[in-house]
């Protein structure tokens, strides 16, 4: 017996003594995240090196880059940069993208000024070909940052942004609050607009894509500039979170 508490001893020691496991291969390189609850999604980019965003997030949701994509950096950290013409991410299907009720996505960009003078320049898409039926859209449109859900009536939030410093990378979130019927928009943790939504999802979308960077698989509204982040929580952000996380994404 004093024998088999010696051996038990010395393999605890050896466990405490063990190196931590690094991440396996393919997981998004490690950054702060200040606000976790409720997250589905959180693309950053490959460890590995090549230019793709990774989910990092608890449902490990599986990527694809398309057309040009290169590495780049932003507030210190790697990104990808996207090329405004061929350059997007797919993402495989999963119920975890379908949200039809309270919603975040918060993305780590930093766009061309261009976008103040007009265009389309989608950061987060979810639909499919039917017209209409966009579950969620947030990006930029016609000299504006807006977040739109398609119930199928459209509801949008837009802020125009003009006055936006196009030096420096910035945090943008569209926040859904369901219950209050409530469409927000916020950057770098400060409300900037807000809006009415009511309502319900009238049409499936269960198996609709999530895109990064362009719309309809690659076909349209392709983003310029680059992405460091990417995230989708299941739930609104209090509004003390976007602070939070702005101030974490942008090593304030």
Same mark, same amino acid.
């Given at each position: ?6 051996? $038990? &001893? #010395?393999?605890?020691?050896?466990? /405490? ?11 998004? =390189?490690?950054?702060?995240?200040a ?5 589905v999604?959180?693309l ?9 965003l ?13 057309g ?8 210190g950290?790697?990104?990808v ?5 061929t ?20 993305v $780590? &960009? #930093?766009?061309?000024?261009?976008? /103040? ?11 499919? =070909? ?9 990006g930029f449109?016609?000299?504006?940052l807006?977040?739109?859900?398609d119930?199928p009536?459209t ?5 125009p ?26 950057v770098d943790g ?19 894509l ?14 310029r500039g680059?992405?460091?982040?990417v ?12 602070a ?9």
């Amino acid at each position: 017996l004093p024998i088999l508490f010696v051996v $038990l &001893a #010395l393999a605890a020691g050896a466990r /405490a003594q063990e190196p931590p496991v690094p991440p396996a291969a393919g997981s998004p =390189e490690t950054v702060s995240a200040a606000v976790t609850e409720g997250l589905v999604l959180h693309l950053a980019p490959d460890p590995a090196g090549s230019a793709d965003l990774i989910d990092g997030g608890p449902n490990a949701i599986r990527s694809v880059a398309r057309g040009e994509l290169r590495r780049t950096e932003l507030a210190g950290r790697p990104a990808v940069e996207f090329d405004g013409q061929t350059g997007w991410i797919e993402l495989e299907p999963s119920p975890w993208l379908d949200r039809r009720g309270d919603l975040t996505v918060e993305v $780590l &960009a #930093l766009p061309p000024a261009d976008v /103040a003078t007009g265009g389309f320049f989608m950061m987060v898409w979810r639909g499919d =070909e039917r017209g209409g039926c966009d579950p969620y859209t947030f990006g930029f449109n016609g000299g504006q940052l807006v977040f739109r859900r398609d119930l199928p009536k459209t509801f949008q939030v837009a802020w125009p942004v003009k006055s936006l410093d196009f030096s420096r990378p910035h945090v943008f979130a569209g926040v859904h609050r369901s219950y209050e019927e409530i469409l927000e928009l916020w950057v770098d943790g400060k409300k900037v607009g807000h809006g009415k939504i009511a309502g319900n999802f009238k049409y499936d979308s269960a198996g609709m894509l999530t895109q990064i960077g362009a719309m309809d698989s690659g076909r349209s509204q392709f983003f310029r500039g680059a992405i460091g982040q990417v995230k989708i929580f299941r739930r609104p952000l209090t509004p003390e979170e976007p602070a939070a996380d702005a101030a974490a994404l942008l090593g304030q």
